[in-house]
């Protein structure tokens, strides 16, 4: 459950678990803590998750919490501060200097991640740019079949086939793309040096220099693979 509360952000996630009993929930925050600690419990884990939730909550200035029953389940939340914007702005164009994408681009997102590729859309939105978005590998490699592009943004972690895998498949299959750049779209660099497929690097949590940067030295140096680079 998401809530806007006037400047702050609540989410909490609720569940049909075992819950936790009254004199133990002190520990669930604690770090390598475990609230059934028996050898018979039935769910693993380092009791780390939530620790590491608490801190990254309240290094946003934020706060995380829990209630819970047991043998009906818990509620977890968390609150961060979050200003409120006019969402009916548009969103400006970059200032002449900064980094600037052709008119009329042709760019395919394969992500799985809805929320990833709507980051995508919006970074985007100020450029004249055509974007194309599939949900997995299987539908990355027909649509690079399917029509000509400029640079393919591939998530490496997706269901079916995955990013290395529909990369391998577009460069090796007699299509349209087959020599246009395809950026490795995650945070594990080291992954993606390793397949030796991709032209470029879109690290994530995405930023929208990052992005814009490796589109633009993608489109301008074709020629400079990603494990070259190493």
């Known amino acids: 459950m998401f ?8 989410f909490a996630v609720t569940d049909t678990g075992p819950g936790v009993p009254e004199d133990r ?6 770090r390598f803590s475990q609230v059934d600690a ?13 620790a590491i939730c608490k801190g990254l909550a309240e290094a946003m200035g934020g706060d995380i919490g829990a209630q819970s029953k047991v043998g009906e389940g818990s509620c977890f939340w968390f609150t961060i501060p979050a200003p409120e914007l006019d969402v009916a702005a548009p969103i400006a164009a970059p200032p002449q200097g900064q980094i600037m994408l ?6 395919l997102v394969a992500d799985d991640n809805r929320i990833n590729r709507d980051l995508v859309r919006a970074m985007l939105s100020p450029f004249d740019v055509e974007l194309t978005e599939v949900v997995d590998g299987l539908g990355a490699v027909a649509a690079a079949n399917a029509a000509p592009f400029d ?6 972690r997706m269901p079916g086939l995955d ?4 990369a391998r498949c577009i460069r090796t299959e007699d299509g349209p793309n087959a020599t246009i750049p ?26 929208g220099v990052n992005l814009l940067t490796a589109i633009a030295k993608a489109m301008a140096w074709p020629e400079d693979p990603l ?3 190493a």
């Open 227 to 229: 494990d070259d680079a």
């Open 38 to 50: 028996s050898s018979t419990r039935k769910h693993g884990g380092t009791g780390l998750g939530l």
């Open 182 to 207: 395809i950026l490795a779209f995650s945070a594990d660099v080291d992954q993606a040096q390793a397949t030796g497929l991709f032209d470029g690097m879109v690290g994530k949590p995405l930023t």
């Open 3 to 10: 809530e806007p509360l006037g400047g702050f952000l609540s």
């Open 25 to 30: 929930a002190d520990q669930l925050f604690q």
């Open 102 to 107: 052709p008119a009329g681009c042709r760019i």
């Open 163 to 166: 990013g290395a895998g529909a």
């Open 151 to 156: 640079v393919i943004l591939m998530d490496l």
